[in-house]
């Protein structure tokens, strides 16, 4: 595939990983991410609560319930529980990932991110340049 071609694809992916973050229930943020393999989406998932648990993400005081549940991480259990692999994959998410999904990325065998915004905190980008995972920052227009 052309450079010109990628782009195009990973802006239009991106775009629905937009989307997707608006399915969240979530107030504070909304993430969305897609798993794409082979030009196919093999996953997609938001930030949310875990299955069976009361879809509300923020408690009594606002902050984030600690059992919410990060977009790219139900992307990635979305794919352990089918046929998938995410191996080879690329992810593309609205924001750069935290530190402990950066650890779930790379051990899924993801090989490349592509992100809109990047979070606060660089750390999650530090570990997966380290871990040889190609990042791309891709801001909307
Ligand atoms: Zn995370």
Redesign the pocket.
């Known amino acids: 595939m052309t450079l010109e071609k990628q782009l195009k694809y990973d802006k239009a992916y991106l775009k629905m990983a937009l989307e997707w973050g608006k399915l969240s229930h979530c107030k504070r943020k909304q993430v969305g991410a897609l798993i794409v393999k082979d030009r196919m989406i093999i996953s997609d998932g938001f930030n949310g609560t875990p299955t069976g648990f009361e879809n509300c993400c923020e408690n009594e005081e606002g902050a984030t319930k600690w059992e919410v549940l990060?977009a790219?991480?139900n992307a990635i259990l979305k794919v352990a529980s089918s046929t998938q692999s995410a191996k080879d994959a690329t992810l593309y998410i609205t924001l750069s990932?935290?530190r402990?999904?950066s650890k779930l990325i790379h051990q899924a065998g993801i090989k490349r991110v592509v992100y809109a915004n990047a979070y606060k905190d660089p750390s999650?980008l530090n570990f997966l340049e380290k871990a040889g995972v190609e990042l791309n920052h891709l801001p909307y227009e």
Request: proline letters at 12%; hydrophobic letters at 10%.
């Open positions: 990060h790219e991480a990932p935290c402990e999904c999650g």
